[in-house]
């Protein structure tokens, strides 16, 4: 309604008498308005009040603690908010739904690995041949930890934390970090054969440099305390 009351202002009357004058055809159109009102479906309306509250929510934690809204959040967070909620009204599967479903699916079909994989230490090391020889890259898993909502203290645990893929490319240096054009490298079948081609001093030099940028991406937006660093789940090579 506000904006209908900006357009509806009363219009300089000399300069309709001009433009009338220079435009006489479109003289019966002058001094009226038309507008339109788009309104959200029911669902979308839901989503973007609750959008309002959290972001309420979340400027009143930055004046409490004293740090500016958006180092509380990723740059990319409202791409994926978005994309995952135009997915879902559109009633398609997110790109993480699918892969948890693959994953569940890989499980249920073979008992035994769902056993195994639970047991499995941490910061894991494999290796595995591509499709495409010159495909070389090297694949992250860690778990990012963040501050524990239900405890007074509000502890920086790795159970409250996220797990983040981070695949980093030989060829260009680059690191991506979208699930999307990850899973097509790393996905292999029992048969895959295994290919180790790097020096342990390369591969450590890498993790090096991907643990570096979780850190300039990461660490430092989310205000971490010193001491909190991302947990090596499992690495891969890929060549």
């Not at 839901?46 to 180092?71: C, F, M, P, Q």
């Not at 990012?144 to 239900?150: A, F, H, I, T």
């Not at 079948?189 to 990461?218: F, G, M, N, Y």
Request: aromatic share 8%; glycine share 4%; proline share 8%.
């Amino acid at each position: 309604m506000q904006r209908i009351g900006r357009v509806d202002r009363r219009m300089n009357p000399a300069v309709e008498a001009r433009l009338t004058a220079d435009h006489p055809d479109r003289a019966p159109l002058r001094g009226e308005v038309a507008y339109w009102n788009f309104l959200p479906p029911d669902e979308l309306d839901v989503l973007l009040r609750l959008y309002n509250d959290v972001a309420h929510k979340t400027l009143k934690i930055s004046r409490t603690l004293g740090i500016e809204g958006k180092k509380l959040l990723r740059p990319e967070d409202d791409y994926h908010a978005l994309r995952e909620f135009n997915e879902s009204y559109e009633g398609e599967k997110s790109t993480d739904e699918n892969i948890r479903l693959q994953l569940q699916s890989i499980l249920d079909a073979d008992f035994p690995l769902a056993k195994l994989v639970g047991q499995l230490p941490g910061r894991v090391f494999s290796d595995k041949a591509h499709p495409q020889p010159s495909t070389q890259a090297v694949f992250f898993c860690y778990r990012l930890p963040r501050p524990d909502q239900s405890q007074p203290e509000l502890p920086w645990t790795d159970e409250t934390g996220e797990t983040r893929w981070f695949l980093y490319q030989l060829a260009s240096e680059a690191i991506l970090e979208d699930p999307s054009a990850i899973i097509g490298v790393i996905r292999s079948t029992p048969d895959t054969p295994r290919h180790c081609e790097q020096p342990q001093s390369r591969l450590a030099e890498i993790r090096r440099k991907v643990e570096a940028h979780i850190k300039t991406t990461w660490t430092r937006r989310m205000n971490a305390p010193v001491g909190v660093k991302p947990i090596l789940n499992a690495w891969m090579e890929i060549g």
